[in-house]
């Protein structure tokens, strides 16, 4: 069974406390991505690596951090810089096609709530 | 400015209408554009794509970019409960990122 998988589904946390959120696919994508999704602001791009060992800071990435040690996964860490972690995290991977369009598709994303 | 801007709605409809959902867009380099679906707690999902400017049609669903106007258009034919949905409208570059749109939520009666 293809695609993007994430867990867990919900994560409860304390202020305070560094969590890495899983992301992992089979797709044979190159190129992975971070979201977060909060009520009202769409989606913003916290990081993204578009090779094995290699990742670019997206629009908000202070208090997150990113490792794409292989192709399939791509972990994500919320660390106790992060001011408002509480959000939903959505992991995407895209493929390359013809004329350097990249065709993205989503995981089922991660519910954190920190307390 | 925000480079996809898209109206967040809520739209209501009866079952049975033609739904319109629209973006627009400030980067003219911007070559490819994108709908997603979202249902409540969910991942977006991939619903239509097209490059450059045209219209593209999958059984309800015809996508349509006006590259004079940066104009992105969802029509959804004969709507369904089933299709009430956020849906998000995004575009990109070549190489580089998507930027989306902050989503408008259909709700569908039936």
């Known amino acids: 069974d293809g695609g993007i998988t994430q867990s867990p589904k919900y994560l409860f946390r304390k202020e305070g406390q560094n969590v890495t959120l899983s992301c992992e696919q089979n797709?044979?994508?190159?190129?992975m991505y971070w979201y977060r999704q909060d009520p009202g602001q769409g989606l913003r791009l916290i990081y993204y690596?578009?090779?094995?060992?290699?990742?670019q800071k997206g629009d908000i990435a202070e208090g997150y951090s990113v490792s794409r040690e292989k192709k399939e996964s791509f972990p994500l860490t919320v660390t106790s810089a992060q001011k408002n972690p509480t959000a939903f995290y959505l992991c995407?991977?895209?493929?390359?096609?013809?004329?350097?369009?990249?065709?993205?598709?989503f995981g089922p994303g991660t519910r954190l709530t920190v307390t | 400015q925000k480079e996809v801007e898209q109206d967040p709605g809520p739209l209501s409809v009866p079952e049975g209408a033609i739904v319109s959902l629209n973006c627009t867009y400030s980067?003219?380099?911007?070559?490819?554009f994108m709908w997603y679906r979202q249902y409540s707690r969910k991942g977006p999902e991939l619903l239509m794509y097209?490059?450059?400017?045209g219209n593209k049609e999958d059984g309800r669903f015809t996508a349509q970019v006006d590259k004079s106007s940066q104009y992105i258009s969802l029509f959804i034919r004969d709507s369904q409960p089933s299709d009430s949905a956020t849906y998000l409208c995004?575009?990109?570059?070549?190489?580089?990122?998507?930027?989306f749109g902050k989503g408008t939520t259909l709700s569908v009666s039936s």
């Open positions: 995407a991977s895209s493929i390359r096609t013809s004329g350097s369009f990249y065709e993205q598709y």
């Open positions: 797709l044979n994508h190159d190129a």
């Open positions: 690596s578009q090779i094995v060992n290699d990742f």
């Open positions: 980067n003219s380099a911007f070559q490819y």
């Open positions: 097209t490059y450059s400017s």
């Open positions: 995004a575009a990109g570059g070549a190489g580089t990122a998507l930027i």
